[in-house]
């Protein structure tokens, strides 16, 4: 049974930092493509970043140069390391076993998802 746990999420100011964790069971993240979405209250869902089958890492121009996305094969598990966070940052952040990217966005009836963690970008 496939299952992706998030964890991580949290309240920071406005330039603060934030390590998110996803928890893979069930399959293997080398030979899975990993990807991170989020959805703020009231918008739609919106691919984040993704490391896929081959190693390649791609982001949202919105995250590039602030978010960095990797993975420990030996611990199954997979990190969005979040820099220079700001309020549009704000959102339940998803980690999906599926290569989503700019030209194929998020959709839940693709993929297994996490159950979520929020992430709250206040001053």
């Known amino acids: 049974q496939v299952q992706l746990v998030e964890s991580g999420g949290g309240t920071v100011q406005p330039g603060g930092s934030l390590r998110l964790s996803c928890t893979g069971s069930?399959?293997?993240?080398?030979?899975?493509?990993i990807t991170w979405a989020r959805q703020a209250l009231g918008r739609a869902l919106e691919w984040v970043s993704g490391i896929y089958t081959d190693g390649d890492t791609k982001y949202a121009n919105s995250v590039k140069g602030r978010f960095n996305i990797s993975r420990d094969i030996s611990k199954n598990m997979g990190y969005l390391q979040m820099n220079n966070l700001q309020f549009d940052d704000r959102g339940v952040y998803y980690c999906?076993?599926?290569?989503?990217?700019?030209?194929?966005?998020?959709?839940?009836?693709?993929?297994?998802w996490g159950q979520g963690t929020q992430v709250t970008v206040s001053s």
């Open positions: 069930g399959f293997t993240f080398e030979r899975s493509s």
């Open positions: 999906v076993r599926w290569p989503f990217e700019e030209h194929s966005p998020p959709a839940r009836r693709l993929g297994d």
